[in-house]
């Protein structure tokens, strides 16, 4: 079995458009940069992105992080 590489995410910040609550989500590890997006975005249909759902309890609503890294299948 092949051994994974320890590196596979790193934990970046993120401030959340609604509510402005500030956090850490983990993001690929190959990512040079993030940009964050409303969830009704949207995304560039090549590049990887994923939602993200507010910590704080009274906001709690979804927007998206997308990176620079390309979807690869």
Known sequence: ???QPSN???LEW???PHC??????AIPA??????VRPVDYEAH???YC???RCINPSCRDYFQ?????PITT
């Open 30 to 35: 190959k990512a040079s940069d993030i940009r």
């Open 14 to 16: 993120v401030t959340c």
């Open 20 to 25: 402005t609550q500030t956090f850490q989500i």
């Open 50 to 52: 994923f939602r993200v």
């Open 8 to 10: 596979i995410t790193k």
């Open 1 to 3: 079995m092949a051994q």
């Open 65 to 69: 992080v997308e990176t620079d890294l």
């Open 45 to 47: 249909w090549m590049k």
